[in-house]
């Protein structure tokens, strides 16, 4: 092979590895900085204790309460998101005529390119006050706020992914449903549906990793107490909010520095699983 | 039992609608209270001036100069590596292992969380390059952040030129770097654009990558080097709502600054969209 | 051109005309199809023949741009009346179409399909599953796997599970839409011989483009050509002494 063609190739090899070792460094950045945390706990105590007091002495490093605080919103977010923006996804793809559907489709994507600190904006200025006058509750900033946000923001990647998947199923199943008799509800819910259903529930899992690693949006609306919570509208204080919002004022080296990394660990090891649950199991069954 | 049937298909469709029409509404209450708060914030002054007695006076001009060598720089840092990345994703492809991994390395990139990007950029640019808390830094988290957005875009942008292009170009006695270089790449050209055009909206709102690798929280200077820290718009946001001791005039300050990156992501979104309008419409193949 | 006086339809169409958009599909269509025959469609690619049989189930309705004029009478009532209820019709009239096209579900569940959307009792579509199966020829091939997908089938049991899933509605009338154009010679084969076994049943309607088939197969046929009805007669007689001039050129294969 010719020199250049050689050099050529070399390039784009070496650009792809890049992405590798990218990932790469992300997880072992992470290992790094958040396993020594383990001299200073158990692995035990850091995932199974609800304590959370970096700055005690002697601190406490319980994340419980954190991963509980983020499942929550994260749940409540899916509550949200999944209706609508399967819903959305639905009605786009099978019931919008053709005008409708060109409205639609950029007003949905419109909300997926508003950035988070936006959104988090909104739910701290403009939802809190409004949820504490509605319903009666003495703080505003809770894990109803940040699950409305979340979900709102979570609603363009369920159904943009859902629509590609419905759009997918080959027209002739529609048709044979019509042709038996069935109508258009009974062919979505009993045949559309059921044929997309691996990109759908990827949709899903990939909202999921999404509302679960959102950052800026628990940070300024779940309202940041380190508890689990008893009701929808206590405050909340989710894996990455407390990294984001602890990070700044830890000093680099520090036990409570390693213990944020450890919870980054965590955070990522759930975000990877789903990607991974994306990967190997759903889309593989396609076939 | 028709009846029924009748009844549920009614219901069904009209929830959809019910699901959709709550959606767009919330979409447009959520504008109308932004540019309702803030179109009055922003002025003349508000996008030339630098911020005064603590953020609570004057205006935003540092953040946006610093959102836009964010973006300009980290833009140029992983355009050119996603390009070359989709090269070989999509023309050598070989071996195959490898294009199984980086494809497993992309999917999980496009879904780490950011602030997970953030601890990266603060331990490996940061820290480990020493590139301290800069421009330089956050350019570059948030250049890794953008890859797997580009690298999918360019995949797809070149993926969509038809094979009888390349196939022409080969029996000409073009070698496949010609190939890619003077027949594929610029038939794809201006959909890779369009992804890269998109990926500026995302990087220029993020936040979180930021925090800890570039942004300050305060200063009335620009950027003289790529080792300065800072202002950006959606970090200048965050802390206006969260830091300082005066909420009742930094409120509406937040409001303004949302406004300016709203806007700024949405007309850059537009382009993307106009652009990838005008191809489709020109495009003979 | 028919002496209606003969037999009384099963379903037939008065002065049937269709658009897409600006685009005169079908022209002044009038044509009985006779209760339990098989009647053929043929007539050149694009002349507006499977157009014409989606009218008689009214598939039609699912394109958008379609505009249509004129009845299709089912007996005496017009389907395309507004009082009527298309999933009715659908049911009445089953449709089998070009490519096999089951659900990606079991076997079972294919067939069962119309009987649940309708909420029959389970003991009743068990019942039904297995006579459809059996009057589709297929129940020996697929009794003892009943559950696996219908992916599992090969192309012409597939299209007969898609026959056999028609009949389970248990349908006044069969339309069927080339159901032999993509499937090998011998599948082809056993599926003509089921259409004559089934006509003791149902109305069979059959859009072929292949002229031996109809010959095969049909009491009557129908030659459609540009939109318009050209020529319907009993089968034998077109196919001996055809009336109209292009009806001749085309079963000698002038053009198509």
Known sequence: MDFKEKIFQSITYIASICTIVFLFGIILSLFFEGLPVLNFTSIKDFLFSKDWYPTMF????????????????????????????????????????KRVKEILKPLIELLAGIPS??????????????????????????????????GIMVVPIISSMSEDALSTVPNSLREASLALGANKWETIMKVVLPAAKSGVISSIILGFGRAIGETMVVLMVAGGAAQIPD???????????????????????????????GIAIILFIITFISILIIEFVVMRRKK | MTNIRKLKSSIGINLLRLFILLTVFFLFLFLYVIFAKGGSVVSWEFLTESPKRFMTEGGIYPAIVGTFWLTVLSIGFALPLGIFTAIFMTSYAKPYWLVRIVRVAINTLAGVPSIIYGLFGLTVFVRLFNFGVSLLSGALTLGVLALPVIIN????????????????????????????????????????????????GRVAGETAPIMFTAATFYTRLLPKSAMDEVMALPYHIYALMTEGAHPAKQVPMAYGTAVVLLALVLLVSTVAIVIRYRIRKKRKW | ????????????????????????????????????????????????????????????????????????????????????????????????????????????????????????????????????????????????????????LSGGQQQRLCIARALANNPEILLLDEPTSALDPQSTAKIEELCLELKNKVTILIVTHNIAQAGRISDYTAFIFLGELVEFAPTKEMFTVPKDSRTEQYLSGAFG
């Not at chain 1, 959104?119 to 939802?127: C, K, N, Q, S, V």
């Not at chain 3, 394109?63 to 007996?75: E, F, H, M, T």
């Open chain 3, 1 to 152: 051109m028919v002496n209606k006086t003969q037999k009384t339809a099963h379903i037939s169409t008065e002065n049937l005309n269709l658009w897409f958009d600006d685009n005169h599909v079908l022209k002044d269509i009038n044509i009985p199809i006779y209760d339990k025959k098989v009647t053929a469609m043929i007539g050149p690619s694009g002349c507006g023949k499977s157009t014409m049989l989606r009218c008689f189930n009214r598939m039609n309705d699912l394109i958008p741009g379609c505009k249509i004029k004129g009845k299709v009478n089912l007996y005496d009532q017009n389907i395309y009346d507004s009082k009527v209820d298309v999933t009715d019709v659908r049911t009445k009239v089953g449709m089998v179409f070009q490519r096999p096209n089951p659900f990606p579900k079991s076997i079972y569940k294919n067939v069962a399909y119309g009987l649940k959307v309708r909420g029959e009792k389970k003991a009743k579509i068990d019942e039904l599953v297995e006579k459809s199966l059996k009057d589709a020829w297929l129940w020996d091939e697929v009794k003892d796997r009943l559950h696996e997908s219908a992916f599992s």
């Open chain 1, 231 to 261: 009701s929808i509208f206590d405050p909340v204080r989710p894996m990455p909010a407390t990294v984001a919002a602890e990070m700044g004022e830890t000093a680099i080296g520090t036990p409570h520095f390693h213990a944020l990394f």
């Open chain 1, 117 to 150: 600190v936006v959104y988090g904006l909104f739910g701290m200025a403009f939802l809190s006050p409004f949820l504490i006058k509605v319903f009666q509750v003495p703080i505003g900033l809770n894990a109803f706020n940040a699950s409305i946000i979340l």
């Open chain 1, 58 to 97: 002697p601190p406490k490093f319980g994340i419980l309460s954190l991963i509980a605080g983020s499942f929550v919103v994260t749940l409540g977010a899916l509550v949200i998101s999944i209706p609508l923006g399967l819903g959305a996804a639905i009605y786009i793809s099978e019931i919008a005529n």
């Open chain 2, 153 to 200: 875009a360019s995949e797809e942008a070149i993926r969509s030129v038809p094979g009888d292009f390349r196939d022409a170009s080969l029996a000409l006695g073009a070698t496949k770097r010609q190939t890619i270089l003077r027949v594929i790449l610029p038939t794809a050209l201006p959909n890779i654009l369009t992804g890269a055009i998109i990926s500026i």
